[in-house]
């Protein structure tokens, strides 16, 4: 496998760990950090500006953001139960 096919695979993969993670609520401020990383690589591929309406780039980023600067994960999904779990032992 060359390097080309190696670099085909690796969005598909950070992708689906990504969607796994926001629908799972597993490492939910992790998945949306890895989202904004990503959807930044998008925007600066594309070369249009941010606010272009051809681009929903930026508006996923913004959505990221909240989701970090938010409670996600901490109340639903696989985190919040995580969550509770740990506080009940200690």
Request: net charge positive; hydrophobic share 50%; glycine share 10%.
């Amino acid at each position: 496998m060359n390097n080309a096919m190696k670099f085909m695979v690796l969005p598909r993969v950070y992708l689906g760990v990504i969607g796994i993670g926001l629908l799972l609520g597993l490492g939910t401020r992790a998945a949306a950090i890895i989202a904004i990383f990503l959807n930044c690589n998008y925007l600066c591929a594309k070369g249009l500006p941010p606010w272009a309406p051809a681009s929903n780039d930026m508006p996923d980023i913004i959505l990221a953001l909240v989701v970090i600067a938010s409670s996600a994960g901490l109340y639903y999904g696989l985190d919040g139960v995580l969550t509770r779990n740990r506080s009940r032992r200690v």
